[in-house]
Antibody, heavy 122, light 109 residues
Framework: QLQLRESGPGLVKPSETLSLTCSVS??????????WGWFRQPPGKWLEWIGS???????YYNPSLQSRVTISVDTSNNQFSLKLRPVTAADTAVYYC??????????????WGQGTLVTVSS | EMVLTQSPGTLSLSPGERATLSCRAS???????LGWYQQKPGQAPRLLIY???SRATGIPDRFSGSGSGSDFTLTITKLEPEDFAVYYC??????????FGQGTKVEVK
């Protein structure tokens, strides 16, 4: 069974770097046709797509965040990571990783991590 | 830029009643890329509907999706206690991109 789990600091200072890792078990990040994404949800608000990683290692970013975001992969540990810098209070949110399915008639986010709250504050 | 607008913002209903949630896109879209999610407090979203009308694995048949063009609907025929939650519509775009509506909260009347 596929499981995703986010990890990283829950508190980041303004102007510093937010770093999170998504550990995946029960499925390979390099399995063809699957993408892997980062999403966030500010308190009381809706979901926002941050960026995606393809099975081949290509990355795609939300244009509104592109200048500050980097997504990378560690295939040996079946993990992918998010870096966002510099952060402000507006980046305070619950951050989720999820599997993206876009083939075989199913287009959707079918597996999610439990989410991790990151607060930006001094 | 694609915008998804959900209505109403809050739906107050009783268990056993029918819920009808709307999602309108700012331009016509492919129904293949329209999905619906349920989110309960403190939990991650759960995929309910993909392709506008197909239920995801394990989703009860009281949940159904419909629509085309720019107007889509999620219907819950008879609300169960566990259905009270926030519901989001989602659109996938090429590149890839993912866009979400602002959500509809279904609350107990």
């Amino acid at each position: 069974q596929l499981q995703l789990r986010e990890s990283g600091p829950g508190l980041v200072k303004p102007s510093e770097t937010l770093s999170l890792t998504c550990s995946v078990s029960g499925g390979s990040l390099t399995r063809r046709n699957y993408y892997w994404g980062w999403f966030r949800q500010p308190p009381g608000k809706w979901l926002e797509w941050i960026g995606s990683l393809s099975y081949s290692g290509s990355t795609y970013y939300n244009p509104s965040l592109q200048s500050r975001v980097t997504i990378s992969v560690d295939t040996s540990n079946n993990q992918f990571s998010l870096k966002l810098r510099p952060v402000t209070a507006a980046d305070t949110a619950v951050y989720y990783c999820a599997r993206e399915v876009t083939f075989g008639g199913l287009v959707g986010l079918d597996s999610w991590g439990q989410g991790t709250l990151v607060t930006v504050s001094s | 830029e694609m915008v998804l607008t959900q209505s109403p913002g809050t739906l107050s209903l009783s268990p056993g009643e029918r819920a009808t949630l709307s999602c309108r896109a700012s331009q016509s879209v492919s129904s293949s890329y329209l999905g619906w999610y349920q989110q309960k407090p403190g939990q991650a979203p759960r995929l309910l509907i993909y392709g506008a009308s197909s239920r995801a694995t394990g989703i009860p048949d009281r949940f159904s999706g419909s629509g085309s063009g720019s107007d889509f609907t999620l219907t819950i025929t008879k609300l169960e206690p566990e259905d009270f939650a926030v519901y989001y519509c989602q659109l996938y775009g090429s590149s890839p991109t993912w866009t979400f509506g602002q959500g509809t909260k279904v609350e107990v009347k």
